[in-house]
């Protein structure tokens, strides 16, 4: 049960942190006068690296031997939550006329976060992958 306690905290730090560096970029690109929806684009790519290196060093670190293709994967599993994540975003602005972009971006990442947990765990860092 340690495992799965220590597994579970390591993704609530890499998605906190994920949602601080999306959140923080986007808004604050936002108040320099950049699009919400294109500092989005910016700020999720940033949000992907960073929240890649906490999961693989501290989520799964048992399993983050070198495996070929696993960055690849990382990156498909984050790009079809980022759509899902992305269209859930987009939807609360143009609904919600004057929402704050942050407000946005955790609607959106709270259904993020467990796609990307299911995806991460089932197709990206597998207990049964060889080294």
Known sequence: MGSVARRLGGFALAGF???AVDAGLTEGLAGFGVSPYLGRVFAVAVAIAVT???NRN???RERRASVPGRRTRYVAVSLVSI?????IFAAAL?????????IAVAAGTAVGMVMNFVGYSRLVFKDNQAA
């Open 58 to 60: 501290l989520t799964w």
């Open 94 to 102: 143009a609904a919600l006329p004057g929402l704050r972009p942050v």
């Open 17 to 19: 942190t994920g949602f």
């Open 52 to 54: 890649y290196t906490i």
């Open 83 to 87: 759509a899902t994540n992305y269209l």
